[in-house]
């Protein structure tokens, strides 16, 4: 049972537009998210994070939003740059344990 | 520069041997964590310790071992490799609760 969901394994977008990266989660007793990214042959690494007594949270060309009712996170990146491009992992969690989502694949075309 | 060193980078076992992953951070974190990252798995807890001289299961604890050697030092054993077991290994480490965590560059381990 996967307590966190990404279920779109792929995204593609164009240089400059929003990218909307979604995470779902079951465990209703997270209180803390996170979104990772990892490139390739590297490890993760820490982009935003987000506490369930908010729904927002900003910083830089990153946003997450949080919808503590439906369970969804979602990960905001504008402008996209081809830089950004990498996969995507959020996470929810309490204490010391966080769970991983599966991950999704950006790719930001020039 | 700071952070989680890992080592070896990349691992070919034997079904049946053993080998040690080592894990050092030198930024006097309290936690650390050893996850395995599979296909369409996302990454699962292997085993964390909250603080020197603790350690607790996570998720895919079976076939591993860990000692937390010092507060700097976190390491994995495996005693006998299965195939099962071929995966990249991530450690990581955390001030302790809510903060965002720091990886090491992960080991890619294949086990035949």
């Known amino acids: 049972d996967q307590q966190v969901k990404q279920n779109s394994p792929s995204l593609s977008v164009q240089e400059g537009r929003i990218s909307i990266l979604n995470c779902d989660y079951t465990?209703?007793?997270?209180?803390?998210f996170l979104w990772y990214k990892k490139y390739p042959a590297e490890g993760p690494t820490f982009l935003i994070s987000?506490?369930?007594?908010?729904d927002k949270n900003e910083d830089g060309r990153f946003t997450v939003f949080l919808n503590k009712s439906a369970k969804h996170l979602s990960l905001h990146i504008v402008p996209s740059q081809p830089g950004d491009s990498a996969v995507y992992f959020c996470?929810?969690?309490?204490?010391?344990?966080?769970?991983f989502g599966p991950g999704t694949r950006l790719s930001v075309l020039p | 520069n700071a952070g989680v060193t890992q080592t070896p980078k990349f691992q070919v076992l034997k079904t049946g041997q053993s080998m040690t992953l080592q894990c050092a951070q030198d930024?006097?974190?309290?936690?650390m964590y050893w996850y395995r990252q599979d296909p369409g798995m996302g990454l699962r807890l292997i085993y964390y310790?909250?603080?020197?001289?603790?350690?607790d299961k996570g998720e895919v604890p079976n076939g591993y071992n860990v000692s937390r050697l010092n507060k700097r030092e976190f390491s994995l054993r495996l005693e006998s490799a299965a195939p099962s077991q071929t995966s990249v290994y991530f450690c990581?480490?955390?001030?302790?609760?809510?903060?965002?965590?720091?990886f090491g560059s992960g080991t890619r381990l294949t086990v035949v």
């Open positions: 990581a480490s955390s001030p302790g609760g809510d903060y965002g965590y720091t």
């Open positions: 465990n209703s007793m997270f209180d803390y």
């Open positions: 987000i506490s369930s007594i908010k």
């Open positions: 996470a929810g969690g309490y204490g010391q344990n966080f769970v």
């Open positions: 930024m006097n974190h309290n936690s």
């Open positions: 310790s909250a603080s020197e001289g603790t350690t």
